[in-house]
T-cell receptor
Framework: AQSVAQPEDQVNVAEGNPLTVKCTYS??????LFWYVQYPNRGLQFLLK??????LVKGSYGFEAEFNKSQTSFHLKKPSALVSDSALYFC?????????????FGTGTLLAVQP | GAVVSQHPSRVICKSGTSVKIECRSL??????MFWYRQFPKQSLMLMAT?????????EQGVEKDKFLINHASLTLSTLTVTSAHPEDSSFYIC??????????FGSGTRLTVV
């Protein structure tokens, strides 16, 4: 079955330190990969996506993600965390490599950045 | 950038009544829209795919007679929760596809059935 895994329910990091939010996927073919952020009682905001090309993708608010095909991972990273980065982060996959198909979401990772 | 407007953001209704949630693409046409449901501290569960001018495609386990979806134009999809009950209380989110670039999400609707 196709799935997306975010192994950490919560990630705690001190402000100014680098952060990593992990994501692995299990889908066939060449999927599109996404990261979204959600603030309380709000919809999802797009951070970045990988379709093809350079494995390191840069997105909004200083976030980046590295696509690793052999490990089927797409970890989200930021060199220096801000308190305002505290939110719920979702990794998602479009299995058939197109945006006209439904997304499969991971279970989400709550990022808590301490001042 | 592309914007999807979802309304209302919050609604409280009595058990047995129906509630309509609207999802509009403001500056682009959306042939396909998606409706998700999110339980507290859980991921988004796809409920149905809404296609303009045709019947929605529901995911397994989602009651199509309870969650009515209408996508009558290229900029508007609606989700109606019929005969709502407390177990329908949840956060509902719509999204619209933008072709190759991905998806834009609405801001969500918090439904509380009392």
């Amino acid at each position: 079955a196709q799935s997306v895994a975010q192994p950490e329910d919560q990630v705690n990091v001190a402000e100014g330190n680098p952060l990593t939010v992990k994501c692995t996927y299990s889908v066939s073919g060449n999927p599109y990969l996404f990261w979204y952020v959600q603030y309380p009682n709000r919809g999802l905001q797009f951070l970045l996506k990988y379709i093809t090309g350079d494995n390191l993708v840069k997105g909004s608010y200083g976030f980046e993600a590295e696509f690793n095909k052999s490990q089927t991972s797409f970890h989200l990273k930021k060199p220096s965390a801000l308190v305002s980065d505290s939110a719920l982060y979702f990794c998602a996959v479009s299995p058939y490599g197109g945006a006209t198909n439904k997304l499969i979401f991971g279970t989400g990772t709550l990022l808590a950045v301490q001042p | 950038g592309a914007v999807v407007s979802q309304h209302p953001s919050r609604v409280i209704c009595k058990s047995g009544t129906s509630v309509k949630i609207e999802c509009r693409s403001l500056d682009f046409q959306a042939t396909t829209m998606f409706w998700y449901r999110q339980f507290p501290k859980q991921s988004l569960m796809l409920m149905a795919t809404s296609n303009e001018g045709s019947k929605a495609t529901y995911e397994q386990g989602v009651e199509k007679d309870k969650f009515l979806i209408n996508h009558a134009s290229l900029t508007l999809s609606t989700l109606t929760v019929t005969s709502a009950h407390p177990e329908d209380s949840s956060f509902y989110i719509c999204s619209a596809e933008q072709g190759r670039d991905g998806y834009t999400f609405g801001s969500g609707t918090r439904l509380t059935v009392v």
